[in-house]
């Protein structure tokens, strides 16, 4: 068992999340955090006799409706039904851990107020296997995630639903299945709970992990295209990209080189006359490195937000205030959201291009028509598989229109500007899972037509590449369905096994 990703506020990374959310890491709450949250709490409890947002006024536009402190307790519990209204199919079980463990990781911050045990119920509840049910449609994304946020909070109160297993059970049952009891909220630990931006960085952070080894393996793709079309890899030559120093421009072609390093195929048409490729392969560096870039821009944003305090009020321990604020804007996640999904769309653009030259004989330099080497016209081959990989590209240009430049006032005009974040959050995540389909369908084909150059070998990268997809997918003699043999490279493409296959073969070389 692996050690528990502790969560103090601070120090919680990306691939953490991951391996929480995805991976079933453990993780518990830090003596620092359950320090900070303590003092945090009692500061709160000190100033409930002040008119304070959330601990006893009302919210949004009921916020100069003051609350009489008997009812404190019940303004919390009624928020949270209030809020949890949220509609369409759930989020899937990774992204609502997820968001289960970054908001134990703001409480444990110390700006929120919420109580050590109520901090510990959600960790536990994280650990035990309960995963609340949240429907994924219902956020503006400007206070925060409330409607998911609030049904993500419900089960912690016995009410809401959530699976333990592959069980459907009311909040209360939940909890009791695995050894837990809900709890009875205290001032302002409601509003704690669901606000904060927790479901669009949840997404942001599990789309980013994925959109990495997606722009890596479009090096690993692009080069078993370059060998398949006997394309030159003189464009990739270290001098031309330092001539334009962008770092994602000059770590992809660095990437070519190391895949196409040691190839029997690029040696046996180093003098031939063709003096140059098509852009889809020679501009490839130039491509796949904006788009490394603008993740890394997307990763600098996320990276801030796991460890932020997104609450309102805030507890302001050190100046002893609790202030109203902003933080639970999702406009920084949104646009960074917007920017991972063209990064990964336009990864998916430049592949499509490829595999249509791998399969179009006007274009492919010898290969035969869609990659079937008998009974043509009986046999379709890579036709349609084709047609799939522009399907989805296709998709992804509608689904790239930006989220974040919209917005809608909501409660009576308080809240007048929002980030649409979650809509950009889900929209992100279907962009980079069609990015990896399209992705899968160019190493199925480039995996091909590499083998119709035997007994020549490509390079070592593209070697190991090939070797691997051979592990998935059996090279295609006669026609039959390659529905799922695009999902299974794509899946290996999404939890890292392709990237793991060429990097044990390179040791190292591949940035």
């Given at each position: 068992?692996?050690?528990?990703?502790?969560?103090?506020?601070?120090?919680?990374?990306?691939?953490?999340?991951?391996?929480?959310?995805?991976?079933?890491?453990?993780?518990?709450?830090?003596?620092?955090?359950?320090?900070?949250?303590?003092?945090?709490?009692?500061?709160?409890?000190?100033?409930?006799?002040?008119?304070?947002?959330?601990?006893?006024?009302?919210?949004?536009?009921?916020?100069?409706?003051?609350?009489?402190?008997?009812?404190?307790?019940?303004?919390?519990?009624?928020?949270?039904?209030?809020?949890?209204?949220?509609?369409?199919?759930?989020?899937?079980?990774?992204?609502?851990?997820?968001?289960?463990?970054?908001?134990?990781?703001?409480l444990a911050k110390g700006f929120s107020g919420a109580r050590v045990e109520t901090i510990e119920l959600l960790v536990a509840a994280l650990v035990s296997g309960v995963v609340p049910r949240v429907?994924?449609?219902?956020?503006?994304?400007?206070?925060?995630?409330?409607?998911?946020?609030?049904?993500?909070?419900?089960?912690?109160?016995?009410?809401?639903?959530?699976?333990?297993?592959?069980?459907?059970?009311?909040?209360?049952?939940?909890?009791?299945?695995?050894?837990?009891?809900?709890?009875?909220?205290?001032?302002?630990?409601?509003?704690?709970?669901?606000?904060?931006?927790?479901?669009?960085?949840?997404?942001?952070?599990?789309?980013?992990?994925?959109?990495?080894?997606?722009?890596?393996?479009?090096?690993?793709?692009?080069?078993?295209?370059?060998?398949?079309?006997?394309?030159?890899?003189?464009?990739?030559?270290?001098?031309?990209?330092?001539?334009?120093?962008?770092?994602?421009?000059?770590?992809?072609?660095?990437?070519?080189?190391?895949?196409?390093?040691?190839?029997?195929i690029v040696e046996s048409h180093r003098w031939c006359d063709k003096v140059q490729d098509a852009y889809s392969?020679?501009?490839?560096?130039?491509?796949?490195?904006?788009?490394?870039?603008?993740?890394?821009?997307?990763?600098?944003?996320?990276?801030?937000?796991?460890?932020?305090?997104?609450?309102?009020?805030?507890?302001?321990?050190?100046?002893?205030?609790?202030?109203?604020?902003?933080?639970?804007?999702?406009?920084?996640?949104?646009?960074?959201?917007?920017?991972?999904?063209?990064?990964?769309?336009?990864?998916?653009?430049?592949?499509?291009?490829?595999?249509?030259?791998?399969?179009?004989?006007?274009?492919?330099?010898?290969?035969?028509?869609?990659?079937?080497?008998?009974?043509?016209?009986?046999?379709?081959?890579?036709?349609?598989?084709?047609?799939?990989?522009?399907?989805?590209?296709?998709?992804?240009?509608?689904?790239?229109?930006?989220?974040?430049?919209?917005?809608?006032?909501?409660?009576?005009?308080?809240?007048?500007?929002?980030?649409?974040?979650?809509?950009?959050?889900?929209?992100?995540?279907?962009?980079?899972?069609?990015?990896?389909?399209?992705?899968?369908?160019?190493?199925?084909?480039?995996?091909?037509?590499?083998?119709?150059?035997?007994?020549?070998?490509?390079?070592?990268?593209?070697?190991?590449?090939?070797?691997?997809?051979?592990?998935?997918?059996?090279?295609?003699?006669?026609?039959?369905?390659?529905?799922?043999?695009?999902?299974?490279?794509?899946?290996?493409?999404?939890?890292?096994?392709?990237?793991?296959?060429?990097?044990?073969?390179?040791?190292?070389?591949?940035?």
């Amino acid at each position: 068992m692996p050690a528990a990703v502790e969560l103090t506020g601070e120090g919680l990374t990306i691939d953490d999340v991951w391996d929480v959310a995805v991976d079933r890491r453990p993780a518990a709450l830090g003596e620092l955090g359950r320090e900070r949250a303590a003092a945090a709490r009692t500061f709160l409890e000190s100033q409930v006799g002040d008119h304070t947002y959330g601990v006893n006024t009302g919210f949004g536009r009921f916020v100069s409706q003051t609350i009489p402190p008997e009812q404190a307790e019940e303004l919390q519990l009624r928020l949270l039904r209030s809020h949890a209204c949220g509609v369409g199919e759930p989020y899937p079980d990774d992204v609502v851990r997820a968001a289960m463990l970054l908001r134990a990781n703001a409480l444990a911050k110390g700006f929120s107020g919420a109580r050590v045990e109520t901090i510990e119920l959600l960790v536990a509840a994280l650990v035990s296997g309960v995963v609340p049910r949240v429907p994924s449609r219902g956020s503006v994304g400007a206070s925060g995630d409330l409607a998911p946020l609030a049904h993500l909070a419900l089960p912690l109160v016995g009410e809401g639903e959530a699976t333990v297993g592959d069980r459907l059970l009311g909040g209360a049952e939940a909890l009791a299945a695995c050894g837990l009891t809900p709890i009875r909220l205290a001032a302002k630990e409601g509003l704690s709970l669901i606000n904060g931006t927790q479901f669009m960085t949840a997404m942001a952070a599990l789309a980013l992990v994925r959109a990495r080894r997606l722009a890596r393996v479009a090096d690993v793709a692009c080069a078993m295209s370059v060998e398949a079309l006997q394309a030159t890899p003189t464009s990739f030559h270290p001098a031309i990209h330092a001539a334009r120093p962008l770092p994602g421009q000059i770590q992809s072609a660095t990437a070519l080189r190391a895949l196409l390093a040691g190839s029997a195929i690029v040696e046996s048409h180093r003098w031939c006359d063709k003096v140059q490729d098509a852009y889809s392969l020679r501009c490839a560096p130039q491509v796949h490195g904006a788009s490394r870039d603008l993740l890394d821009h997307v990763e600098r944003t996320v990276a801030i937000e796991l460890n932020s305090a997104t609450d309102n009020p805030l507890v302001l321990l050190e100046e002893e205030l609790i202030v109203s604020n902003g933080n639970f804007h999702g406009q920084p996640i949104a646009m960074g959201l917007d920017c991972l999904a063209i990064a990964c769309a336009e990864l998916a653009n430049i592949s499509e291009r490829r595999t249509e030259r791998l399969v179009n004989p006007s274009l492919s330099d010898g290969l035969p028509p869609f990659l079937v080497a008998r009974e043509e016209g009986l046999n379709s081959g890579f036709m349609i598989p084709q047609y799939v990989a522009a399907a989805l590209v296709s998709e992804n240009k509608a689904l790239c229109h930006p989220g974040s430049v919209d917005s809608i006032p909501t409660s009576a005009g308080q809240e007048d500007h929002v980030s649409m974040g979650n809509g950009a959050g889900l929209k992100a995540l279907q962009v980079v899972a069609n990015a990896e389909r399209v992705l899968a369908i160019e190493l199925l084909a480039g995996a091909q037509a590499v083998e119709f150059l035997a007994p020549l070998e490509p390079g070592m990268g593209v070697r190991a590449g090939r070797s691997f997809v051979r592990t998935l997918s059996d090279r295609v003699r006669e026609d039959r369905s390659l529905s799922a043999d695009i999902e299974r490279v794509a899946d290996a493409i999404r939890d890292g096994r392709v990237l793991a296959a060429v990097e044990a073969e390179l040791a190292g070389k591949l940035p």
